[in-house]
């Protein structure tokens, strides 16, 4: 089995709950909804970025530079708080197929973020909406990611080891997601 079909059919049911869930899944999401997701992806990516920082065949991004310079973008200043997410705890295996599987994820992401950058532009400007935006297209990249991917994750054990790294991913920030829905909400 490619490695690509098997990532997806292992984190379907995982991609589809966040496509569902997330604060900018609602159906008029606005500059508070971006910031709590901003939030979530931030205490979600700080402690896999660290984790996977070396050993990948492609050139580093930080995409968590991105989220705190949107953080950090006038717009979002007069928002009333919203309850920091903590980070949870991530553990990061040695083995390179698993973290082909982490990244997985990670880049992925990144073509999420350019569908909900085109939708969410005009709505949300003036805010530049650079973690989804992103560096460009994604396509280029998303394209030099599944080559280095099938180059370097193809035996069945290997494949299967992407697969735990990317179910982890998933389930990581679903955790998150549940522990910021259980908190209580702003007040003006």
């Known amino acids: 089995m490619d490695v690509l079909t098997a990532l997806r059919s292992a984190t379907a049911e995982r991609h589809a709950e966040l496509d569902t869930r997330t604060p900018l899944a609602a159906e008029a999401p606005d500059l508070r909804a971006y910031r709590d997701h901003l939030h979530l992806l931030e205490a979600w990516l700080a402690p896999i970025q660290s984790a996977l920082d070396d050993g990948l065949a492609l050139p580093?991004?930080?995409?968590?530079?991105?989220?705190?310079?949107?953080?950090?973008?006038?717009?979002?200043?007069?928002?009333?708080?919203?309850?920091?997410?903590?980070?949870?705890?991530?553990?990061?295996?040695?083995?390179?197929?698993?973290?082909?599987?982490?990244?997985?994820?990670?880049?992925?992401?990144?073509?999420?973020?350019?569908?909900?950058?085109?939708?969410?532009?005009?709505?949300?400007a003036p805010h530049p909406l650079a973690y989804l935006r992103g560096e460009g297209s994604p396509g280029p990249r998303?394209?030099?990611?599944?080559?280095?991917?099938?180059?370097?994750?193809?035996?069945?054990?290997?494949?299967?080891?992407?697969?735990?790294?990317?179910?982890?991913a998933f389930d990581s920030l679903i955790?998150?997601?549940?522990?910021?829905s259980a908190q209580?909400?702003?007040?003006?």
């Open 60 to 124: 580093p991004r930080d995409y968590l530079a991105l989220i705190r310079s949107d953080l950090a973008h006038p717009s979002l200043a007069c928002l009333p708080a919203s309850p920091l997410l903590a980070p949870e705890a991530w553990t990061a295996r040695q083995d390179a197929a698993w973290r082909w599987g982490v990244a997985y994820v990670i880049e992925g992401s990144q073509l999420g973020g350019a569908v909900l950058y085109k939708r969410l532009a005009e709505r949300l």
């Open 142 to 168: 998303w394209q030099q990611f599944l080559a280095a991917l099938r180059g370097a994750v193809v035996t069945p054990a290997q494949i299967e080891q992407a697969c735990q790294g990317a179910r982890q």
């Open 175 to 180: 955790t998150l997601l549940n522990s910021s």
């Open 184 to 188: 209580p909400a702003d007040h003006p």
